[in-house]
């Protein structure tokens, strides 16, 4: 700060030794154009303040805290402290919620008791054909009381509560009685996500169906989802999202393509800027992404019911990227036409639900698909469209 005093020794300094009054004049001018610089940001900040901007800008932080924790109370019952909520527990689930959506934007959504589940058998049923267009129908399983982002291949997104879709009767679903999120124009449902959570995470990860890969911090994804756009996470004409997974500052991002082939890196290496991480065939595409957490085990499911059981050590993290990927199964399994249709991290206590091609989902313990190696066992007529774990606590 220049004081009297202190302009009062300058002037002395420069009368004693004149050589010193150059260095003098430069520090001031130096200071004077910081202080000069100080004095626009403020006026700049003054004006905003006058207009409305920033207290717009602070009303929509607030508005987004609020909507945060009030997610979170919903999903720990409005009585946990959530301060001891840590990102790698889940919330206690009472009911779980099965939904099965397409890509022209209807959804289905079947409410499951966890106590009830018996392993191996049908916990819903189509009427007719599970898939209304050429391409299978997604899964995802979720509590009850979860909050949901509608993400379409346009990068355009839509939130609102698992409660909104309609619960139908198990043993007779129909696409004719599904909820409809009506898409815009051309566009197509991407991939549904549950987001109550998000505030508890670092990062969240969004991968594309041809490998590419993005790391978005959680606060500025906020930001985009207040907004209705989280970006498409693609860079080719022909590629889509795949995904979006919330995780913690470290961990291991698992992704796995249809045709078997792996990638896996550590969260703190991956790209804020959209990277090819996994090189594909262009006959081939990401079937499924996820974190490995706490998990000991991942578990990848192929067409004809095979259960294809991995620890995690068995995973070879990538150091970079347009890596080729590790094989899960051989390469003349790969052209005999075996294709993975859903993977996830595992213990032998969880469970996961299986759309088959008869129309059927059936659930099964993770424990007896470690034993048997197979969900259709003798059954060859029928075929895996899709798998999903649910998120029960033990």
């Known amino acids: 700060m220049i004081t009297p005093d202190k302009i009062e020794e300058w002037l002395r300094e420069v009368e004693e030794r004149p050589s010193s009054a150059v260095l003098i004049i430069q520090y001031i001018a130096n200071r004077l154009k910081e202080l000069s610089g100080r004095n626009e940001a403020l006026l700049d900040e003054n004006i905003e303040l006058r207009i409305g901007r920033k207290v717009e800008e602070y009303e929509s932080r607030i508005a987004t ?42 959804a289905l959504r079947v409410e499951l008791n966890p106590s009830e589940l018996v392993s191996g058998t049908a916990a819903a049923r189509f009427q007719a054909g599970a898939a209304p267009g050429e391409a299978p129908p997604s899964l995802l399983a979720t509590g009850s009381q979860e909050e949901l982002l509608f993400i379409f291949d346009s990068g355009r997104a839509v939130t609102l509560p698992v409660s909104a879709i309609p619960a139908l009767k198990p043993d007779a679903l129909d696409w004719q009685n599904a909820f409809f999120q009506e898409p815009h124009g051309s566009e197509e449902l991407a991939v549904v996500v549950p987001i109550a959570r998000m505030s508890l995470f670092e990062n969240a990860i969004q991968t594309s169906r041809r490998g590419f890969v993005k ?73 499924a992404a996820f974190m490995t957490g706490q998990k000991p085990s991942i578990l990848a499911v192929t067409q004809n019911g095979r259960v294809i059981h991995r620890e995690v050590n068995w995973l070879e993290p990538s150091s970079a990227f347009r890596a080729r990927g590790q094989p899960l199964f051989s390469r003349e399994r790969c052209v005999s036409g075996v294709r993975v249709t859903g993977a996830a991290a595992v213990d032998e206590n969880d469970w996961g639900v299986a759309l088959r091609s008869d129309g059927s989902l059936t659930v099964h313990k993770m424990a007896d698909l470690f034993a048997s190696g197979s969900l259709l066992g003798d059954q060859d007529k029928v075929t895996i469209s899709g798998f999903v774990t649910l998120p029960i606590n033990p």
């Open 215 to 287: 790391k978005i911090r959680e606060s500025f994804l906020e930001g985009y989802i207040s907004k209705g756009f989280v970006g498409t996470g693609v860079k080719l004409p022909a590629d889509k999202t795949c995904s979006l997974i919330f995780s913690a500052k470290s961990g291991l991002l698992v992704m796995v393509s249809q045709e078997g082939y792996l990638f896996c890196m550590d969260v703190e290496k991956l790209p804020v800027t959209i990277e090819e991480a996994l090189r594909l065939n262009s006959t081939d595409h990401i079937s």
């Open 65 to 106: 805290l609020e909507y945060q924790v009030e997610l979170l109370k919903r999903q720990f019952g409005g009585a946990a402290r959530l301060e001891e909520a840590a990102p790698t527990q889940a919330p206690q689930v009472e009911t779980l919620s099965l939904l099965v959506y397409n890509a022209q934007g209807q």
